[in-house]
């Protein structure tokens, strides 16, 4: 059965700092609470055979609103799931698609197994049996609702549900934008994998620019002298913190559930992810102290702590232990409320999950119109673009008298590819939110976070949608 542990927390939290947001509105009590409230909660239990016997596996899927359809949201395996994280979940990812204009409602879906207990063939079995529960239910389809990768899933089970769906429905031209997050053979996205941290790495940078921001809290503008510490090295932990030293900081601390390892003069992420797959994990690593508690990890030295892991990781417990001036959020949830009002009356910044880790739904949203146009994204302007370049080049080049180096050819000729495009697209989305986020920071009364200003703008776009649907007078 599913793990009970904090079962009654998380959404409530969330809901939390929604009531807190939502008295910066005008919206009437009746509407803020359709807003909040999940439309549709589905729990359902399905056996699988284990060698001679069979084993019964919980299982959820959550459309907290419908505002915009479909609805998205990812799908986690872990044998810590219960209904009200997926709840909890569910709802942040209609905030996050809302601060990031994603025309998405939210979703969230939950398997309670711990992937590593089970081989590929029974996790492809339950895999397919869930998204044929999902199909029954009509809480799956491209237009319906549309999940993708989260915690303890990737492209292999995304390409098993896509697989499933079209076996199911047969003739439906657009089925492979019922999941993202699919292989690219199965006409997923370049860039897809990396969105989240690369998201994350965007709202850190765009954030430490801001000089006016960074003089409050003690700090210079800018990632050239920041110190990072980042926990998980999973696949959102170590792009974030992979993107994050290619801008200019330095990652001196690293956190995973087996220990943590810290340098004040920096560690290269590529070295320890090597160290960490040939040795099992990052203890030991040369050149670094090492902490047999991860969470003595989070509490050293540093500028900017990444906590891309699980939710509740920053409490009132430990969160005066902890010495960044900025919490970016790579998880969803890592941060109870109580911890966040501590931290901000420290003087610290907390670049708010549903802001800063929605890289992946952005580029999901990327995958998704892809495959609803079924063309590739530079695919028809790419080689047009690249011979315009070139005859404005061959023209300049004939009316002046003079070569351009082929390698500065090469650059200005150079038409854009999918990964670049997508990319762009991203790094465009990230720093208009960021900007928009912390405009209602500075101009709503009252609003003292980037999670209540995140809040107030995601909350005011929704209510304008239920509105325009006819759903409220």
């Keep these: 059965m599913a793990n009970t542990a904090n079962e009654t927390n998380f959404f ?17 009590e009746g509407l803020l609470n359709q807003i909040k409230a999940c439309n549709s909660v589905y729990r359902f239990q399905f056996p699988i055979r284990r060698g001679n016997g069979f084993e019964v596996i919980d299982a959820w899927r959550v459309e907290h609103s419908q505002h915009m359809n ?11 799931v219960n209904e009200d994280e997926v709840m909890a979940l569910a709802a942040l990812m209609t905030y996050k698609c809302a601060i990031v204009n994603v025309p998405f409602g939210g979703a969230k879906g939950g398997i309670c197994i711990n992937p590593k207990n089970y081989t590929i063939s029974e996790l492809e ?22 999940p993708a990768p989260d915690y303890g899933t990737g492209e292999r089970e995304m ?25 690219i053979a199965l006409h997923g996205i370049r860039g897809r994998k990396e969105a989240t941290g690369r998201g994350v790495a965007y709202a850190v940078r765009e954030c430490v620019t801001v000089a006016e921001d960074m003089a409050k809290i003690g700090l210079k503008a800018g990632l050239g002298d920041k110190r990072v510490i980042v926990q998980g090295l999973g696949n959102v932990g170590y792009h974030a913190a992979k993107f994050l ?22 560690l290269n992420i590529d070295e320890v992810f090597a160290h960490r797959k040939l040795t099992g994990s990052i203890l030991g690593f040369p050149g670094a102290t090492e902490f047999k508690n991860s969470m003595e990890g989070l509490e050293q030295p540093c500028d900017i702590l990444v906590p891309a892991a699980l939710e509740n990781q920053l409490t009132v417990e430990n969160i005066r232990n902890i010495k960044a001036k900025i919490i970016a959020e790579g998880a969803n949830g890592p941060t109870t409320p109580e911890a966040e009002e501590i931290f901000t009356e420290m003087g610290g910044i907390i670049i708010p999950d549903m802001y800063c880790n929605a890289g992946g739904v952005t580029v999901s949203y990327f995958e998704w119109l892809k495959n609803l146009s079924h063309v590739a994204f530079g695919r028809m302007e790419n080689r ?23 390698e500065h050819r090469l650059m200005i000729v150079k038409g854009a590819s999918e990964m670049e495009l997508v990319n762009s697209g991203l790094e465009d989305t990230m720093i208009h939110s960021y900007h928009e986020i912390r405009e209602t920071l500075m101009t709503k009364a009252g609003v003292k976070t980037l999670r209540t200003a995140a809040f107030v703008g995601s909350i005011d776009k929704i209510a304008v949608s239920y509105m325009n649907l006819g759903v409220w007078p």
């Design 384 to 406: 047009y673009a690249e011979n315009s370049n070139a005859n404005l080049i061959n023209t300049l080049e004939s009316l002046t008298g003079k070569s351009i180096p082929a």
């Design 159 to 183: 390409s098993w549900i896509a697989d499933t769906y079209m076996t199911m429905n047969p003739g439906q031209l657009d089925a492979l934008g019922c999941v993202t997050g699919k292989p």
């Design 125 to 146: 079995n339950i895999t397919r049996r869930y998204t044929t529960e999902l199909i029954k239910k009509n809480f799956i389809g491209p237009g319906i609702d549309v």
């Design 70 to 80: 479909p609805t998205k949201g990812g799908i986690r395996y872990s044998d810590m």
């Design 12 to 28: 409530a939290d969330v809901c939390k700092n929604f009531d807190s947001a939502a008295q910066f509105t005008a919206h009437p």
């Design 245 to 266: 030293a290619e801008f200019g900081a330095t990652i001196v601390g690293l956190c995973e559930y087996e220990g943590a390892i810290y340098n004040e003069n920096g």
